[in-house]
Structure formats: C-alpha cells, structure tokens
C-alpha cells in the first residue's frame, strides 16, 4: 500500500511539473479570406485555450468567440480556429509564452536578415512578400534574386531567400555648361570620338582627365555641346539653358519651349539627337505666330463637338529608318492552363476550334507573327515577348508579367485585352512612360488622363462623322435624306451625320431629315429628287420596318436613283439581300476585308501556308496583323517618339484605316472607320 501512495505522489509531481512548464503558442502562417474578411487558421495543440490563443495573436476572447461559435470551452487538439486577421508591426511574427497561473504581454521577436561571406543577404519571407517587394525593398533586380535561388518558384511564409548584393550604381556626370555626357560604346576609340565631335584627342582628354588612363565601354564622359558657330540662330532671341531631366526626349523639350527640334539640334551641333540626364542645351529663344484656323473647317477623325479644337503639332514627323532593336510586348489571354484539354489523337472527338479558351485569342497572335516578319523584312530590328495575361476578371497572370525585370524594358505593349488586366498595365506602362494599345475596347474612359494609352475601336461619334464625310466625298453632288422610325431612336447618331454632312458639302439644303412615324414611307419617298443620286441613311434596326421600305425604295429605283446606306447589324437579319443589291447598299464598320486586295489574298495565303488554316475576321486574324504591322513600322521609321506622329500617319491596313486623334488631356483614338457597298452580291470598299 506504501509503494502505491508513493507511486501516486511520484505520478502527480510529473503532471506539475509539467503544467508548470512554459507552453508556447506560436501564430499560424495560413490566413484565408472568409466572407471579405481575412482569418489565421489555427490548429489547437494539447492544452491550449481560447483566452491563451486569443492573447497569443492579439485579439479579444469575444472576437475569436464570435468567429468560432461552435468551438465549445474546451478545446480538443487539432481543433481548427478561424482567429480574425490584425496587422502587426515590422518588428516580426509574435510569440507568446503562458506560465501556469500567469498572463503575460505578447512578445515581438524581431527576425532580422543576415549577410553571408559572399555578400548576400538571407531574407525571412513575410506574409504577402513576393518577389517584386523583395526587388523594391533591396534595389535588386527581381530576375538577378531568382537566379539567386535556383529551385524556388513560390514564396512561402518562412523560407529563407538569399538577395544579392544590390548592383552599384551608375555614377552620373554632374552638369556642365558646354557640353553633354556620353556613353563608350563597344571598339570606339579616342580619335573615332574626337572626330565625330570635331575636336582633337588632346582636347579630348584635357576635357576629360581620365581618359590618360585609357578608354572603357560604358564610360562617361563629356564632348562638346556648344561649338563657337552656334553663338547665335538666325531668328532668334537668345537662348534658354535647360538642364535634361530623366526620360526627356527633343520633342518633349521642343513642345515645353514651343521651338522647333531643328533649331535646338542647331544650336547644340554636338547634341547628335541624343539626351542624356544632367546634360546642359540651349533652347533658342523666338515668338511663334499665331495661327488662327479657317472657320467652317471640318477636321476628318474628330468628333463634332470637338471640330473648334484644332490641334496642335509643334513637330514635323519626318520618315527615317531607326535601326536600334525594339522590344514589342504581346500581352495576350492565351490561357495556358486549359491547353491540356486539346486533344487531336482521336479525329472522331474532334471539336471546333472555338471549343477551346486557348484558342480564343490564338489567331490574334499568328497575325502579329506575320507582321512582325514583315516589318523585319523592311530592315526593322524587332523583338517580340510573348506573356500569357489573365482572361476575366482574374489579376494573377498579370501582376507576376508586370513583376519581372522585362517588361520594364519594352518600347510598346498590345494588350492586354480584358478590362481589369489592362487598367493595371497601362497605370504601369504611365508610370514608365511605355506606349499601350488596346485593341477590343471602346470605352473612352481609358484614354483619359494617360497620354501613353491608344485606342483601336473608334467611339460612335467617330464612327458616324468619319463615315458621313467619307459617303459625302463620294457624292457630293447628291440629295441626302436621313431617316429614323421615331424621334427617340438613334437621335444622337442621326445628329452626328446631319452636323457632319452640313459641314463637309456646299449645300446644306440637299439634307433632309424623315421621322417615319409621322410620315410613313411617302414622307420618305417625297424627300427625293429625280435626275440626282439620292443617299438615304436608314438609321433604324427594326426588323419589321426594314424590309418594308427596302421593298418600296426598290420599287421606285428606275425613277429615282437610290443609294441606301444602312447599319451594320442588318447583315445578319432576314430579308431579300437582292433589295440590298439592287440600292447599292452601304455600310461602315471599323474593321472590313476587301477580299479583291491583291494584299489580302498576298495575307490569306501566307496565313495557310504558315498556320494550315483559314484567317477569319471575327476571330483577330486581320486585327492581329494590322495593330502590330501599323505600330511596327511607326516605330521603325519615327523612332521611340512615334506616339506624337500617330496623327501623320496614312497608312492602311488588310481591315482598316486608322486615323489617330490626340485627346487634349489623354490618350490617342482611333476614329477610322471602313465604308463598304454591295454590288454584284460582292462587297466593294469605298
């Protein structure tokens, strides 16, 4: 009996002891979102409490009561805990430690990186740490941290990572009255500089010490800006002296002092065209005239209400072939991650390639290959980078693209083509000052306020001038009739192309407006005159209606001559195309296919050679070629600035005819649109 009490005593000493004894609960690393609201996920170990864990992150009993109310006040181990989410400092993870009978405060326990030998840092990753904070954080570039940590493809909670020492950086000159910084390419020498900046290799060194101990690639140094012929320009006031800052470019500095770019390049013979940061020029000082612009002008792409607004080209965008390489990004919703669901080994199960989302975009980018090899056949130097972006309103694809070091280093990006993608990107390319076209938008907010941004798809107001002035040229003798079912329908649209109209022919009179609902067909039928071609803009969709005055315009044609010019959709209704063909119907719409272009068929077949398959309009095969083609060749013949001679350019396209408008505070605009007729049951381009 003895030894069973003392066993007993023995048992409950062990039992004491081992509650007095510290118990640590540490904070979980899983946080989930529940409801908008974030969540630790804890998984209860033996002994703990709601009170202990509810101090151990932070937070009252109530709430975590409140999260879990099936959790009971006993807990069980490995029970899960959803404890409500609180940021903490910087200081690091906090640990709390419990004596029996004891509450203490939360303790912070700070983890601090620590440097190795070789000069790297070993960082302890933190919650919603990803490698473009890492990149911000130590001034490393995020590809030179990836290579640092070969296997690592995801950050977790915890890992250790090693950061490269930061690269040294460039030391730049400081400013000079005189002259600009300039950088030592590869196999120059002294004398080559000299000469090319008409001084002598003494003077070359006396300007720049350094060079006695002979020439490195990448080195800075000074040559000349100003030469003693260039005291005075003709015409001018004095000079100005500007100090270049980051990004600058001739065009920007010629638009801030309303000066030409040759007179400045006149008046720094040494610049060569090039700017560097820090560097010193002299900005001619001379007043412009001001050019008043003739009253009734209508200006061709621009909508109506903005027609007073002429704008302003401080430059004249001359064509010369820039052969530095250009980096194009391709920012496309390939959809990758269903690619697996193609299957081509069973014919039978065969589907359309409209079945699968990977295939969505695809013929988009076979038309930018194309073009790319097309431009490149001219002399350009074009590198493409392809990046698969999210589809949706999903962000992930995307924000890893713009973490990385290569996209920072495009000259352009297309794409990408859905909403919530491209409202990132092209903040990004803003921040960066990196040309972005959209090409499936026609919403004109995204232009707003972002001066980098270019829209593809015309608004209506483009649309519906663009369209008027075109139809009006190549009638302008005719009597023009434009008619709507009531007054509620198209009303915008139908005063577009009456402004329009009285703006573009000599005779205002010839236009005359039909509301069907107060005079029905006759009333459209006494607007017209014999012996003149008679345009009629039927601006109505119903289906019911059309038909109906097709037939009687058609029945009046051999006493009238009848141009009908209709809307888009009604090629895909149900009526008599012959009544069409007969009124030599016309459309417009952005983007049309004149299969007779000896261009087209040149494409169509290139398109099957490459790709086995047939290019389709409906799914971006045209569309692909022509935004890369168009913004290819700017680039090649206008250089980096390409974006300012967007106006200047007439360059068509397989599908279209672009025609660019700068915003007065934004971004540039397409308002091109295509006009097209029926004959022959052919479709003909205007």
């Not at 065209?273 to 560097?279: E, I, S």
């Not at 039927?538 to 038909?547: G, M, N, Q, V």
């Amino acid at each position: 009996m003895k030894q069973i009490v003392i066993w007993l005593l023995f048992v409950v000493c062990i039992a004491n002891a081992a509650s007095a004894q510290e118990t640590e609960i540490s904070k979980s690393r899983i946080i989930e979102t529940y409801k908008g609201k974030q969540y630790y996920i804890h998984f209860v170990d033996q002994g703990q409490t709601l009170f202990a864990i509810s101090r151990a992150y932070g937070v009252s009993l109530e709430e975590v009561k409140l999260a879990n109310p099936d959790a009971g006040e006993t807990l069980k181990p490995n029970q899960m805990l959803m404890i409500p989410f609180v940021e903490t400092s910087a200081a690091g993870p906090q640990v709390i430690i419990i004596e029996k009978g004891k509450t203490v405060e939360p303790i912070a326990v700070p983890v601090q990186p620590k440097q190795t030998d070789s000069g790297q840092i070993q960082h302890i990753v933190a919650p919603k740490e990803t490698w473009y904070a890492l990149s911000r954080q130590y001034q490393v570039p995020v590809k030179e941290i990836i290579s640092a940590n070969p296997g690592v493809d995801t950050l977790r909670i915890g890992m250790t990572v090693n950061i490269p020492p930061a690269p040294e950086k460039i030391i730049e000159l400081p400013p000079r009255y005189g002259f600009v910084t300039y950088v030592v390419a590869p196999k120059e020498t002294l004398y080559g500089i000299a000469t090319r900046f008409k001084i002598t290799v003494e003077e070359l060194v006396n300007i720049n010490p350094v060079l006695k101990e002979g020439l490195k690639v990448d080195q800075l140094i000074y040559v000349p800006s100003i030469t003693s012929v260039a005291d005075q320009t003709p015409g001018s006031g004095g000079f100005t002296l500007h100090e270049v800052k980051r990004k600058e470019t001739l065009y920007s500095i010629s638009k801030m002092y309303n000066v030409d770019i040759k007179d400045i390049l006149v008046a720094n013979p040494g610049l060569d065209g090039k700017l560097r940061k820090n560097d010193i020029i002299r900005i001619p000082v001379k007043k412009e005239p001001v050019v008043v612009p003739p009253e009734n002008k209508i200006i061709q792409g621009r909508d109506v209400f903005q027609e007073a607004m002429e704008p302003v080209k401080p430059m004249v965008c001359l064509t010369q072939p820039h052969r530095q390489v250009f980096n194009v990004a391709l920012m496309i919703p390939f959809q990758l991650d269903y690619a697996d669901s193609i299957r081509v080994s069973d014919p039978s199960s065969l589907k359309l390639p409209s079945d699968f989302r990977s295939l969505d975009f695809i013929q988009f980018y076979e038309g930018a290959m194309i073009a790319a090899e097309d431009v490149a056949g001219i002399g350009a130097n074009i590198k493409i980078h392809a990046f698969d972006t999210d589809a949706g309103s999903s962000l992930t694809k995307t924000r890893r693209v713009l973490s990385g070091q290569t996209i920072r280093d495009m000259d352009l990006i297309i794409g990408p083509f859905f909403a919530n993608s491209f409202e990132l990107v092209s903040a990004f390319a803003m921040d960066h000052k990196i040309p972005i076209v959209n090409p499936l938008s026609e919403r004109s907010e995204i232009i707003e306020a972002n001066p980098y941004v270019v829209k593809m798809q015309p608004s209506g107001w483009s649309s519906y001038s663009n369209a008027a002035q075109k139809i009006a040229s190549v009638y302008p003798d005719a009597n023009f009739t434009i008619m709507r079912r009531d007054h509620a329908e198209n009303n915008s649209m139908a005063s577009v192309f009456q402004s329009a109209l009285s703006k573009t022919i000599e005779n205002p009179g010839r236009i005359h407006e039909v509301v069907y609902s107060q005079v029905y067909a006759s009333g459209l039928i006494k607007s017209l005159v014999p012996g003149k071609t008679n345009v009629i803009f039927l601006l109505t969709s119903d289906k019911a209606l059309i038909p109906s005055l097709l037939r009687q315009l058609n029945d009046v044609r051999e006493k009238y001559n009848i141009v009908v010019v209709g809307l888009a959709d009604w090629e895909d209704m149900e009526m008599d195309f012959s009544y069409l063909h007969n009124l030599e119907a016309h459309f417009f719409s952005p983007w049309f296919v004149d299969y007779r272009s000896d261009r087209v068929t040149s494409y169509i077949a290139e398109f099957r050679k490459r790709y086995e398959g047939e290019p389709e309009l409906e799914r971006y095969a045209y569309l692909g070629y022509d935004i890369t083609r168009y913004f290819l060749e700017a680039m090649y013949n206008f250089g980096p600035d390409f974006l300012n001679c967007l106006p200047d350019i007439n360059n068509p396209m397989l599908s279209s005819d672009f025609r660019f408008y700068k915003t007065p505070s934004g971004g540039y605009e397409n308002t091109g649109v295509m006009v097209y007729k029926l004959k022959d049951f052919s479709k003909i381009g205007l």
